[in-house]
């Protein structure tokens, strides 16, 4: 079973609509969670990282973490031809710890229609 | 202004070359992180690095090695030991007592 599990995609949505990306993560000891947006060709920059349990709004971007499910969605309100690209999801299973280490999904590709 | 650099941005290299890939940060972070990325997968963790002169392999060092002699600075050397080194390499940072990583904009190895 991989670690961090993410549906490739790709995922297409009309402009304006909401994207939701999922992801799933298999060590229950997880801390904390990340996601990074990639576009082709360049590298990761962060989105959102959230710790607790709930919703967690930035903007049009709302991570949801639920533990018990070990599960991580992220949503992008009023979806836009710039919001086109590969999300990866990160999960670290220690917060600042030694070991600090992130895990990542191999990422979902989202295409968005204008 | 602060950040993280890397550098080549394209690097070609024969079989049987060494090359070495430069990441320097002025953000003054502690731990600092070598990542590799192939089409279709996800980040694979190479080396990182928590403290200056101390380092630990990640889950596919083999045929890489590193140095941390100053805390700015943590090189990636591609040997010739490793049989398939053609990806994208990313170097990432992070200060201490957090958790969340920042990125370079990376290194695209390409062997002819």
């Known amino acids: 079973q991989k670690e961090v599990e993410q549906n490739s995609g790709p995922l297409s949505v009309p402009e304006g609509a909401i994207a939701s990306l999922n992801c799933t993560y298999s060590?229950?000891?997880?801390?904390?969670f990340f996601w990074y947006r990639q576009y082709s060709g360049k590298s990761p920059e962060l989105i959102m990282s959230i710790y607790s349990n709930g919703d967690k709004e930035d903007g049009r971007f709302t991570a949801q973490l639920n533990k018990a499910s070990q599960y991580v969605s992220l949503l992008i309100r009023d979806s836009q031809p710039s919001d086109s690209a590969t999300y990866l999801c990160?999960?670290?299973?220690?917060?600042?710890?030694?070991?600090?280490?992130?895990?990542f999904g191999t990422g979902t590709l989202l295409a968005v229609q204008p | 202004d602060g950040g993280i650099t890397q550098s080549p941005k394209y690097l070609f290299r024969k079989e049987g070359q060494n090359v070495t890939l430069s990441c320097e940060q002025n953000?003054?972070?502690?731990?600092m992180y070598w990542y590799r990325q192939d089409p279709g997968q996800g980040l694979r963790l190479i080396y990182y690095?928590?403290?200056?002169?101390?380092?630990q392999k990640g889950d596919i060092a083999e045929g890489y090695s590193v140095s941390r002699e100053k805390k700015e600075s943590f090189p990636l050397t591609v040997t010739s030991a490793q049989k398939n080194p053609t990806a994208f390499y990313l170097c990432?940072?992070?200060?201490?007592?957090?958790?969340?990583?920042?990125f370079g904009p990376g290194t695209r190895l390409t062997v002819l």
């Open positions: 060590d229950r000891g997880s801390q904390s």
């Open positions: 690095s928590q403290i200056v002169n101390d380092f």
């Open positions: 990432a940072s992070r200060r201490d007592r957090a958790d969340t990583q920042y």
């Open positions: 990160a999960v670290n299973l220690s917060y600042g710890g030694a070991t600090n280490k992130l895990i």
């Open positions: 953000l003054n972070h502690d731990a």
